[in-house]
T-cell receptor, first 114, second 112 residues
Framework: QQQVKQSPQSLIVQKGGISIINCAYE??????FPWYQQFPGKGPALLIA?????SEKKEGRFTISFNKSAKQFSLHIMDSQPGDSATYFC?????????????FGQGTTLQVKP | EAQVTQNPRYLITVTGKKLTVTCSQN?????MSWYRQDPGLGLRQIYY???????DKGDVPEGYKVSRKEKRNFPLILESPSPNQTSLYFC???????????FGPGTRLTVT
């Protein structure tokens, strides 16, 4: 079974600080690396995603860093805000030739203190 | 509005009483999937469907059934619910396997 390991499980950051969440995977055939954000009482929603042809992608305060040799990718939230308090999931997968199975990380609960 | 809807949103039932959770999407997506979310375990895939009449097992299919008779609907059936199926369930769809998954609002199921 393909393994996806997310860390840390929970994270508390002060407002204005940097939040970093990591996702390690085993399957070298993965070619799409998304992060989903879930607010309490809501379904997850795509936050940002990267393909392996680039090592970094930035959208506003959110950045994905991708390390192909280490088989891991990270989500960085700069200038963290209380509104970023949510659960974050990584869900890497192989697009072409995939049978349809998707695996999500265990989730990271982020709390940003005002 | 493009969306994935689930019904009911909350359900309390007893062991063994068959139930169905409906899922519908209005985006003409081919791929649909069901997940359960439990603390510390993240989202685990139950079943998925690549298209009409094509369904397959995810990682935790035991105790669940699905059907895909129409493109827009993908109901989740629990023929004999047990307390270990108490969980938060999400339906999701995407235009193809590559790309963003669109999630429904969730169904919180309690089996006593």
């Amino acid at each position: 079974q393909q393994q996806v390991k997310q860390s840390p499980q929970s994270l508390i950051v002060q407002k204005g600080g940097i939040s970093i969440i990591n996702c390690a995977y085993e399957n070298t055939a993965f070619d799409y690396f998304p992060w989903y954000q879930q607010f309490p009482g809501k379904g997850p929603a795509l936050l940002i995603a990267i393909r392996p042809d680039v090592s970094e992608k930035k959208e506003g305060r959110f950045t994905i860093s991708f390390n192909k040799s280490a088989k891991q990718f990270s989500l960085h939230i700069m200038d963290s805000q209380p509104g970023d308090s949510a659960t974050y999931f990584c869900a890497p997968y192989r697009g072409s030739g995939n049978t349809g199975k998707l695996i999500f990380g265990q989730g990271t609960t982020l709390q940003v203190k005002p | 509005e493009a969306q994935v809807t689930q019904n009911p949103r909350y359900l309390i039932t007893v062991t063994g009483k068959k139930l169905t959770v409906t899922c519908s999407q209005n985006m003409n997506h081919e791929y649909m999937s069901w997940y359960r979310q439990d603390p510390g375990l993240g989202l685990r895939q139950i079943y998925y469907s690549m298209n009409v009449e094509v369904t397959d097992k995810g990682d935790v299919p035991e105790g669940y059934k699905v059907s895909r008779k129409e493109k827009r609907n993908f109901p989740l059936i629990l023929e004999s619910p047990s307390p270990n199926q108490t969980s938060l369930y999400f339906c999701a769809s995407s235009p193809a396997l590559e790309g963003e998954q669109y999630f429904g609002p969730g169904t919180r199921l309690t089996v006593t």
